[in-house]
Nanobody, 119 residues
């Protein structure tokens, strides 16, 4: 089994910054990619940022230029540096890992961490 533990959420004012961390552990075979998703109340979960095993990042348009995803491959840890935060960024942020296992591609989720941006 694979466990993902997120940390770093909290309450911040508009324009502020937060850094989220996600550490993966357990029986990981081969990481395809890791990503951050978020879900606001009443909304669907959306992909925010993703980073491949070879370090290529990608972002949803709404966070480009403000958020930066990075990965420590040796530790299977990803970070999400969030700057210039807006009220619309308020959501529960989830970490996801996709693993290429003998059973095929398996996705694992963290428990989520709340980010609240006050105006």
């Amino acid at each position: 089994q694979v466990q993902l533990v997120e940390s770093g959420g909290g309450l911040v004012q508009t324009g502020g910054s937060l850094r989220l961390s996600c550490a993966a552990s357990g029986s990981i075979f081969s990481v395809i990619d890791m990503a951050w998703y978020r879900q606001a109340p009443g909304e669907q979960r959306e992909l925010v940022a993703q980073i491949t095993s070879d370090g290529r990042p990608d972002y949803v348009d709404s966070v480009k230029g403000r958020f930066t995803i990075s990965r420590d491959g040796a530790k299977n840890t990803i970070l999400l540096q969030m700057n210039s935060l807006k009220a619309d960024d308020t959501a529960v942020y989830y970490c996801k890992l996709r693993d290429l296992s003998p059973r095929g591609i398996v996705g694992y989720w963290g428990q989520g961490t709340q980010v609240t941006v006050s105006s």
